[in-house]
């Protein structure tokens, strides 16, 4: 026989809830990212206002174009910042303008390294015209045998049936090909850069390489501007001394350094080259210079930018390591394919010995502002989506495919302050909101036992229930996404038990009346859920609609309030239906629910009295 409707298996319901309290404790304990004691992994994760952070301050010095920053740019940037910061999920990264020239990045946690978050983010693919010593050790470059083969820095990359670049990359010690120089051939011209070749000059460059030029004295000046290759000391030796004068100076001067001393003077080393300001090399019509591995690269103009790519991930290749996976717009998708022809066929024998690949084909350098990602050789001209390798972790390989679908900043950055911030002022107000949350939970406690007594218990065990869950839930979602619980969070948790007293209000008030209608308590429970249960999810519904409107249209703290009283309110919902209900149901059978006193119905019950015989009517006499 069918049950009536709206009653229900109490067994089976509070079974489920057991089940999901199980799985979720079982995350929270043994999932991905769980470390440490069982004190660590019960951690939630916490923000900048009660456990402190890093703070970082970033000074604006110029647009790509090289002028002064207006204010449109930089609320350009300040959004593509705080679009990076919170790539990984609800991080509660604040990223605020601060005067006409500053933004401050505020981040949870202690030892977050945000040196790269202000980077420019310039995507160029370059072909790896030559190599030499990046050490900038005054040691004598020992050209290769002409034909023999090369190592390189980097593995190779075979397209794949997609037409994907997987190359297979190795690393190598900094400055361990340091014996590596362009042969010199008759065509070597073909790939040299001249001075002709040079950016053109805009306004201040003149300037600071005329400071330069003073620095190092016009003797060295001369001469380095006079090599038209990597200068070879063992041929001449008084070019260490001529030359020595580069090795002193900053990567801020050697940046305004023409291409052709940045490669060919052998005191000029990748520590230098890989600190030069963001965007040093942005230009893609010149050609470059970049490091990777020690190793001192001149690069050809950028054929393809990081504009033609329409769409970046982080995902796992075939050998589940983190790659970044780039789709490119159509345009961009002819001028990789054409890029990987010229890599391919090494047109023109641009690429010299020194920079082929194992197999002896040019290879193509993934260069980001000024470094190079990764650099694989091209085995077959690719016609599809493609890879940028590396040494990556999760996170890297995520950071990296933030800052490329999101775009490259119109300003360059400079870094000026990252401190560490205490949660002094944060804890204090930790302990408020914790001492104002438990004295209204007590007196909501107090009262539910005063006014419905047996009833109460079920209050008591809901808002336990309820606490517990959300606390698994706090804990499992900051390692999956990030979520970070900060004051404002707190307050979105306390205003759901107000949502959640109204639950109970609604459905034990509508138990009383159904009782006053002459229903036993048994009959009564499952009448008034089917009455109360419509008003609960409305008002639950709305609470939860309001906090997704809230979560899409705020920022900053404010996401953090809606996504936590949003979430409570779901729990909420979950131990109405799986607990408090079926609870009811037991309790409906017992002899103490019958009870006025124990109960806490009061006079919704009947009183218990003996029954009396009726009187018998007397006839009126006439």
């Known amino acids: 026989m069918a049950p009536p409707q709206g009653q229900m298996r109490p067994g089976r319901q509070l079974a489920v809830l057991g089940a999901i309290f199980i799985v979720l404790y079982l995350l929270v304990f043994f999932a991905a990212g769980a470390s440490g004691g ?6 939630p994760r916490l923000g900048l206002d009660l456990v402190g952070g890093t703070r970082l301050t970033l000074e604006a010095t110029n647009t790509v174009d090289g002028r002064p920053p207006t204010s449109e740019n930089l609320e350009e940037a300040r959004q593509i910042i705080e679009n990076r910061v919170n790539a990984y999920g609800v991080a509660e990264a604040e990223v605020i303008t601060e005067g006409d020239r500053n933004i401050v990045i505020s981040l949870p946690g202690e030892n977050r390294d945000l040196s790269d978050v202000g980077s420019a983010a310039e995507l160029r693919f370059r072909k790896l015209l030559k190599a030499t010593d990046g050490s900038g050790v005054l040691n004598a470059p020992v050209p290769p045998e002409a034909g023999a083969p090369v190592p390189s820095p980097s593995g190779s990359a075979a397209p794949s049936p997609s037409g994907s670049v997987e190359p297979e990359v190795t690393s190598s010690p900094s400055g ?73 100076l900053t990567p801020r001067e050697v940046a305004v350094l023409p291409v052709p001393v940045q490669y060919n003077v052998p005191t000029i080393g990748c520590a230098q080259l890989d600190e030069r300001p963001p ?27 990081g504009t033609d790519v329409s769409d970046a991930n982080a995902v796992l290749d075939q050998t589940s390591q983190w790659v970044v996976s780039l789709d490119f717009q159509r345009s961009g998708q002819e001028k990789w394919t054409n890029l990987t022809r010229e890599a391919f066929n090494n047109e023109g024998q ?143 948790i306390i205003v759901s038990l107000g949502v959640a007293a109204d639950s109970f209000v609604i459905y034990f008030e509508r138990l009383k009346d159904e009782i006053r ?97 009726p009187r018998t009517r007397r006839v009126k006499e006439a």
């Open 38 to 43: 069982w004190k660590e992994r019960l951690e």
């Open 176 to 248: 361990g090909q340091g014996g590596m120089a362009p042969t010199p051939s008759p065509d070597a011209s073909a790939a040299e850069p001249s001075p002709s070749a040079e950016a053109p000059v805009v306004e201040g460059i003149e300037a600071q390489r005329k400071a330069v030029e003073e620095k190092v004295g016009a003797e060295a000046w001369q001469t380095a501007n006079g090599l038209q290759a990597p200068a070879d000391l063992a041929t001449d030796p008084s070019l260490a001394d001529k030359l020595k004068p580069f090795g002193e």
């Open 279 to 305: 965007a040093s090399i942005k230009d893609e019509t010149q050609q470059a210079v970049a490091c990777e591995s020690g190793i001192k690269y001149l690069l050809d103009q950028a054929k393809v930018l």
């Open 350 to 492: 641009a690429c010299e010995a020194s920079a082929l690949g194992q197999d002896g084909k040019c290879r193509v350098a993934v260069v980001l502002d000024n470094r190079i990602v990764s650099s694989p050789e091209i085995q077959g001209v690719l016609t599809g989506s493609s890879q940028i390798t590396g040494s990556f972790t999760q996170a890297d390989a995520a950071e990296l495919a933030g800052n490329l679908r999101y775009g490259a900043l119109p300003v360059t950055f400079e870094e000026q302050e990252q401190q560490n911030v205490t949660a002094t002022l944060g804890e204090s107000h930790l302990r408020a909101g914790l001492l104002a949350a438990a004295i209204g939970m007590l007196l909501v406690i107090i009262y539910s036992f005063f006014y419905y007594r047996l009833l109460g218990s079920v209050i008591f065990l809901s808002l336990v229930l309820s606490a517990l869950l959300l606390f698994g839930a706090l804990v499992f979602l900051g390692r999956s996404i990030g979520f970070t619980l900060t004051l404002a969070g707190i307050a979105g």
């Open 517 to 613: 209608e002459g229903r036993s308590p048994r009959s009564a429970v499952p009448r008034a859920w089917v009455r109360a249960r419509r008003t609960i999810i409305s008002a639950n519904a709305i609470t939860i609609m309001s906090a997704v409107v809230l979560y899409a249209v705020s920022v900053g703290t404010v996401k953090g309030f809606a996504f936590a009283l949003g979430l409570a309110t779901v729990i909420d919902l979950l131990v109405v239906f799986l607990f408090r209900h079926p609870i009811m149901a037991m309790l409906a059978r017992t002899k103490a629910f019958l009870s006025p006193r124990v109960s806490g119905l009061g006079r919704a019950l009947p009183p218990r009295t003996e029954p009396t015989n």
